[in-house]
Each structure stands twice: as structure tokens, then as C-alpha cells.
């Protein structure tokens, strides 16, 4: 490694540890409109019988619409005649107050908000929390990553990457993580990180629920004010990001550019297949001992090109096998 490439670590790890400590927070068109919510109500943390948001948090339609009931929810409850509004997709929507009917036999939560345009109604919780994201982007990030169809399309790029990629590294005779590897620990760190992040997210799902909607209703990018469950997933987070780019630029050091192409290509299918195997698979507890295996296969893989390498005779750098050197084209017996 050059001494340029370490300065370029070193700015980045420094660069991203600074961002560790800010949290960006968007600033809210609901938020600013005075007729909305009281000033010393906006970005409260009140909640309400264990709820993570209460009086002033600020919602995002992201379905295609909402119906509020303009009257109190005591009325339709009451089956009187009532009239109803529709706040359409991506219109932004404030908590005005949270009330709790024991005669609602369907949802006994009634939560009225108020949209940006002053438009207010009342709907029941169970209404409105599956069609409403926050307006924080990490929180919008999480719901699109949550989405089931995305995990679908990504089981599939990621088969088809994967197929690809070896397939072409056959024909080529290229290196691939953990069959005809470089010696390189990045993209093998990098995978065991990925697969531990997605078994370190399941588990959250299961064991920590309501840690993980705490998080998702008023996350953070600062691992350092989390509780210690998270700060360990926010933790590993930033390091797939850290290790990730010392990846390439090691892949580059080693590889000529198209066998760097097909092996990046090969290893986000890699990385991609974890994330779907172990975040699934751990639901069902399968994944904690198929990670043990995975920890142990990726090593016994990694330790020959750790301790066994060649050095090219023309050129002098080190080759991970005999034969044509990927820097000079001389043939090495």
C-alpha cells in the first residue's frame, strides 16, 4: 500500500468519524407553518402509552392518499353523519393531538393531524401510521428498504450479478472473493461485515422491537448517542461504508482494471446475497449457526493467500498464483 493510499485512508476514516457525531434533521414544512402546530409543541418527544411519537411530530404521506374525518372522532364512532378530507401522497402531515376512545371497538387510538396546506381531520392510528413515513430521511430510508417487493428485485440482481460474474471470471480465469481470491483481507472483512450487520438486524427485529421503532421515529448517524444495542448496528454500519472504500482501492492496487470490474461486480452480489440470506434466514434462527460456518469458511479461505504468495521475476510485485502476472503479462513457473 502507497503512502498516497494511506493519507486518502486516513482522510476518509477522518472525514467519516466527524460525521459520526452530526445527525441531519429536515427541516420540516409543517414544522415552519405557524397555523400547524404550536411553536412549543414542533419537534416534541412527548409520547403517549409508549408511543415514539406524540404532540408536533411530522409525517409524509407516502401512500396514495389519506381520508380524515373533518368532525370529532366521538361522532363517527357514534355512527352520526360526518364529512372526510383526502391528504394525498406525499403532502406533509403534524400531529395536533392523540386521544384515546374506549368504545372504538376497531382501534380505540384517534390521532388528528394537521397537513401543510391547514387542512385537519382525525383518523385512527391503525389507519394512519401504515400510509405515513417521517419526515426524517433516515426514517424514509429504512421504510424503502423495508419494502417487500424491493427485496424481492434485489434477491434477483444479486442472483443475476452473481451468476455473471463468475461465469466471466470462468472464461477469464479472473480472481473472485473467497475462489481464486487476491491477497487481500478488505473484500473478505467487508462480506463477514455485511453478513454479521444483516444477523446483528434481525435479531433487532426480534429481540429489540421496540428499540429498533425508537430508532426509526427518531433516528440518528451518531452511534455515540444511541443505547448500546444500536450504536453496535449503527457501528457496523459505517464500517461496511470505511471498509468498503479501502476495498476498492485495494482491488485496484491489485487487479487491472477489467478483472477489478468483474471482481467488484462479483463481490456487491456476494454482499447482496448475505444481506438477503442471513437477515432472512435469522428470523427463523438458522442464521446463527449458518453465520459461525460462514466465519470459519471465509477464513480457512482467506489464511492460504495470507501466508502463500509468489513475487513476479520481471516486475517484483506479489501475485497471488503462478503463471501470467496481471502487472506486466510475464509468465511466472
Given at each position: ?16 468519524m ?11 414544512k ?33 401512500k ?18 360526518t ?35 391547514g ?29 417487500s ?7 434477483i ?132 449457526p ?44
Amino acid at each position: 500500500m502507497t503512502r498516497t493510499s494511506r493519507y486518502i485512508y486516513f482522510l476518509l476514516s477522518l472525514v467519516m468519524m466527524t460525521l459520526l457525531t452530526g445527525c441531519y434533521r429536515e427541516k420540516s414544512k409543517a414544522a415552519d407553518a405557524p397555523a400547524l402546530v404550536d411553536s412549543t409543541l414542533a419537534d416534541s418527544s412527548i409520547t403517549m402509552q409508549g408511543r415514539h411519537y406524540g404532540v408536533g411530530y411530522n409525517f409524509v404521506v407516502h401512500k396514495d392518499s389519506i381520508s380524515l374525518i373533518v368532525q370529532q372522532p366521538e361522532e363517527h364512532v357514534s355512527q352520526l353523519v360526518t364529512d372526510t378530507i383526502t391528504v394525498k401522497h406525499d403532502q406533509q402531515l403534524a400531529v395536533m393531538d392523540i386521544r384515546i376512545l374506549p368504545q372504538d371497538s376497531i382501534d380505540s387510538v384517534w390521532v388528528q393531524v394537521i397537513s401543510e396546506e391547514g387542512s385537519s381531520g382525525w383518523t385512527r392510528e391503525s389507519a394512519l401510521l401504515p400510509n405515513v413515513v417521517p419526515t426524517d430521511p433516515i426514517s424514509q430510508f429504512i421504510m424503502f428498504f423495508s419494502d417487500s417487493h424491493l427485496i424481492i428485485a434485489l434477491c434477483i440482481i444479486g442472483l443475476l450479478i452473481v451468476v455473471y460474474a463468475l461465469r466471466t471470471a470462468q472464461k477469464r480465469q479472473a480472481p473472485i472473493v473467497h475462489f481464486r481470491d487476491i491477497p487481500s483481507f478488505y473484500p473478505t472483512l467487508l462480506c463477514l461485515i455485511v453478513a454479521c450487520s444483516a444477523t446483528f438486524y434481525a435479531s433487532l427485529q426480534m429481540f429489540g422491537a421496540d428499540q429498533w421503532q425508537h430508532f426509526y421515529y427518531h433516528p440518528s448517524l451518531n452511534p455515540f448517542a444511541m443505547p448500546p444495542i444500536l450504536a453496535i448496528f449503527l457501528a457496523s454500519v459505517w464500517g461496511m461504508l470505511v471498509v468498503g472504500v479501502a476495498t476498492v482501492e485495494d482491488v485496484r492496487h491489485h487487479l487491472q482494471f477489467e478483472d477489478a470490474v468483474i471482481y467488484l461486480a462479483g463481490l456487491c452480489g456476494v454482499c447482496a446475497a448475505l444481506y438477503i440470506v442471513f437477515s432472512i434466514s435469522t428470523l427463523y434462527y438458522i442464521g446463527y449457526p449458518l453465520l459461525v460456518l460462514y466465519v470459519w469458511f471465509a477464513i480457512r479461505k482467506y489464511k492460504p493467500l495470507h501466508t502463500d504468495h509468489y513475487i513476479c521475476g520481471n516486475c517484483g510485485k506479489r501475485i497471488y498464483k503462478k503463471g501470467e502476472c496481471p502487472y506486466c503479462g510475464a509468465y511466472n513457473e
